[in-house]
């Protein structure tokens, strides 16, 4: 079975621009979370989307947006950017076990930002 | 809510010695958690995940913890480091909402950076 993957793997911007990540989860797991990380704030849960709607959000200005595709697949978005939201953006997807999301999630490769 | 402590940022060994790696969590609800390994310039792979059953877990790579409620730990062990144990290792708690549907959302500690010296 694939991995997660996430395009593109390297970004750089400049303040103000937006950007839009991809995430692909493991075929089958239909919930999909975001995180940033940075060498500041560590790890930090951004959002989690299934089924197409978000169901959890960190503590994140809205500048930070994003959605889930009927497919599963997810984009997340930062508009305005500045230069803090230089980070590593990591998605996560979980399955299934019944009606729940199974208990782990499994990271993709992330994408690197820089913001000029 | 939910947090886990990881003392110190960096930690030495040398190849064949023993990798211990603390995790101190806090959790209002029996905690699931996990310990992660990032490797330079790549995604968070999952080593090991506690989820209630045996509190001694084993792990890829030779990798073990043991979950002590009593002292809210989860340490990691090897016993033997290899120059390929390089990597930062994050131990996260799951935060599991019953109001948000069942979203779990990871909270991480700050991460340990091992090196192995040869």
């Known amino acids: 079975k694939a991995g997660v993957t996430q395009t593109p793997r390297y970004l750089i911007k400049t303040r103000g621009q937006q950007v839009t990540l991809s995430c692909s989860p493991i075929s089958g797991h239909r919930s999909v979370s975001w995180y940033q990380q940075t060498p500041g704030q560590g790890l930090q849960f951004l959002f989690e989307y299934f089924s197409e709607t978000q169901r959890n959000k960190g503590n994140f200005p809205g500048r930070f947006s994003g959605r889930q595709f009927s497919n599963s697949r997810s984009e997340m978005n930062v508009s305005t950017l500045e230069l803090g939201d230089s980070a590593l953006y990591l998605c996560?997807?979980?399955?299934?076990?019944?009606?729940?999301?199974?208990?782990?999630?499994?990271f993709g490769p992330g994408t690197r930002l820089t913001v000029l | 809510a939910q947090s886990v402590t990881q003392l110190g940022s960096h930690v030495s060994v040398s190849e064949g010695a023993l990798v211990l790696l603390r995790c101190n969590y806090s959790?209002?609800?029996?905690?699931?958690l996990f310990w992660y390994v990032q490797y330079p310039n790549q995604g968070l792979q999952l080593l090991l995940k506690?989820?209630?059953?045996?509190?001694l877990v084993k792990g890829i790579n030779g990798f073990e913890a043991e979950f002590k409620k009593s002292e809210t730990s989860f340490h990691l062990t090897k016993p033997s480091a290899h120059m390929s144990d390089a990597a930062e290792y994050f131990c996260?708690?799951?935060?599991?909402?019953?109001?948000?549907?069942?979203?779990?959302?990871?909270?991480f500690g700050k991460g340990m950076k091992l090196t192995v010296n040869p």
């Open positions: 996260a708690v799951s935060d599991r909402s019953v109001t948000q549907g069942g979203s779990e959302k990871l909270v």
């Open positions: 506690y989820t209630s059953a045996a509190t």
């Open positions: 996560a997807s979980q399955g299934l076990a019944g009606a729940r999301t199974t208990d782990t999630q499994y």
């Open positions: 959790s209002s609800v029996p905690p699931y």
